[in-house]
Nanobody, 125 residues
Framework: QVQLVESGGGLVQAGGSLRLSCAAS????????MAWFRQAPGKEREFVAA????????LYADSVKSRFTISRDNAKSTVYLQMNSLKPEDTAVYYC??????????????????WGQGTQVTVSS
């Protein structure tokens, strides 16, 4: 079983920055793709960013491209999401997810096997 624990959420003003972290445990290898999704009240969970298990490629939603950066440190079993130039519409619960199939980088909720509990990000205007 894999456990994912997010941290780093909070309240920030528009234009500010936050760095989310997601620590994985329960597996000894790092061969899994990781992603961030978010869900705002009354909306479906949506893809934000993903990174291949070796960090060799990344994928971003158009809405966050050039503002957010996903990265990972396999030695620490941790994936990060650096969020800059935050907007009120970025307000949501942010979830990290792990995919052990590693066939390709997925931007679908169904493409991921394990999920964290989420961390709240609130951007005030």
């Amino acid at each position: 079983q894999v456990q994912l624990v997010e941290s780093g959420g909070g309240l920030v003003q528009a234009g500010g920055s936050l760095r989310l972290s997601c620590a994985a445990s329960g597996r000894t290898d790092s061969r899994y793709n990781m992603a961030w999704f978010r869900q705002a009240p009354g909306k479906e969970r949506e893809f934000v960013a993903a990174i291949r298990w070796n960090g060799g490629s990344t994928l971003y939603a158009d809405s966050v491209k050039s503002r957010f950066t996903i990265s990972r440190d396999n030695a620490k079993s941790t994936v990060y999401l650096q969020m800059n130039s935050l907007k009120p519409e970025d307000t949501a619960v942010y979830y990290c997810a792990a995919d052990y199939k590693v066939i390709g980088i997925s931007n679908k909720v169904s493409g991921y096997d394990y999920w964290g509990q989420g961390t709240q990000v609130t951007v005030s205007s």
